[in-house]
């Protein structure tokens, strides 16, 4: 299992928990975005810097994840996308889109990206957490 961020719109207390869960579990991260980061060091965590322009970083992301990876999102496309791929997207705030609910979510023209800090929602965050442990168990 690999777990990919789409990194460009990722609050970076989203990206702190990441690494950290990483670490721990020594599961390749793998950021994503058109403008450099500032990574960590660490073995199992790297970047990607892509071009600028339209849904770049989400091509991608599509173009290297494998069945089962994990891609952390708030764009709902790139999520179906995943989904279509056998793998498990979910947004900075802890929800994790399904084939049962990305459709709904398509069909109903929720397309904005929803990435909230979650430090201003502990709900969230705690929301996050669980869900990221989750998905590493």
Request: aromatic share 6%; glycine share 2%.
């Amino acid at each position: 299992m690999k777990i990919w961020v789409d990194a460009d719109a990722c609050p970076n207390e989203i990206k702190d928990i990441l690494y950290r869960a990483a670490e721990r579990k020594q599961l390749p991260l793998t950021l994503v975005a058109n403008h450099s980061l500032t990574l960590p060091p660490s073995k199992v965590i790297s970047a990607v810097r892509v071009s600028g322009g339209f849904d770049v970083a989400d091509n991608y992301i599509v173009k290297h994840l494998q069945q089962d990876d994990l891609v952390v999102t708030a764009d709902i496309p790139l999520a179906a996308e995943v989904i279509a791929k056998n793998a498990h997207a979910i947004n900075p705030r802890g929800e994790l889109y399904t084939k049962e609910n990305i459709r709904e979510r398509l069909a109903s023209g929720i397309l904005w990206k929803r990435c909230a800090v979650p430090d201003k929602h502990r709900e969230d965050r705690r929301r996050w957490k669980y869900c990221v442990d989750a998905c590493w168990i």
